[in-house]
């Protein structure tokens, strides 16, 4: 992955290596994109959409090309069940350490496709404390 945008020179260490991230619909586009860019510095993944197939394939193209630890959870992280899920997989992944992310990518949720008859989803900070301002459902 080339972030150099045409820069001569080494990119930035942002000290992100060895960090934990939780990333939400990250099989494709916008959530793929993050994965890919924290894994290129470095960050190890937790990453959850409902697609399996495209999860695992984008868990193993991160694995490949940046040697990070990537676990995928396939699930609605805007539910109850795979919010539960999220955080069971994280403990077990941190040793029985309760979870603990450095960084939570929440892209989840947003109105329904114009014609559409799905329920309306919620904007949804999954992992975030209760007492935190950032939490909406």
């Given at each position: 992955?080339?972030?150099t945008?045409?820069?001569?020179?080494p990119?930035?260490?942002?000290?992100?290596?060895?960090?934990a991230?939780?990333?939400?619909?990250?099989?494709?586009?916008?959530?793929?994109?993050?994965?890919?860019?924290?894994?290129a510095?470095?960050?190890?993944?937790?990453?959850v959409?409902?697609?399996?197939?495209?999860?695992?394939?984008?868990?193993r193209?991160?694995?490949?090309?940046?040697?990070v630890?990537v676990?995928?959870?396939?699930?609605?992280?805007?539910?109850?069940a795979?919010?539960?899920?999220?955080?069971?997989?994280?403990?077990?992944?941190?040793?029985?350490?309760?979870?603990?992310?450095?960084?939570?990518?929440?892209?989840?949720?947003?109105?329904?496709?114009?014609?559409?008859?799905?329920?309306?989803?919620?904007?949804?900070?999954?992992?975030?404390?209760?007492?935190?301002p950032?939490?909406?459902?």
């Open positions: 992955m080339d972030c945008h045409g820069r001569k020179g990119d930035m260490d942002l000290g992100l290596t060895g960090k991230a939780l990333v939400c619909a990250s099989s494709k586009a916008l959530g793929r994109g993050c994965a890919q860019a924290l894994a510095e470095g960050v190890d993944l937790v990453l959409a409902r697609g399996a197939d495209s999860l695992e394939a984008t868990a193209q991160l694995r490949a090309a940046t040697g630890k676990v995928t959870i396939a699930a609605d992280i805007i539910t109850d795979g919010r539960r899920l999220a955080l069971d997989a994280a403990t077990q992944w941190r040793h029985g350490a309760p979870a603990a992310f450095d960084i939570v990518f929440t892209n989840a949720g947003g109105p329904p496709m114009p014609g559409s008859s799905a329920r309306p989803a919620r904007s949804c900070a999954a992992c975030t404390p209760p007492a935190s950032a939490r909406t459902c």
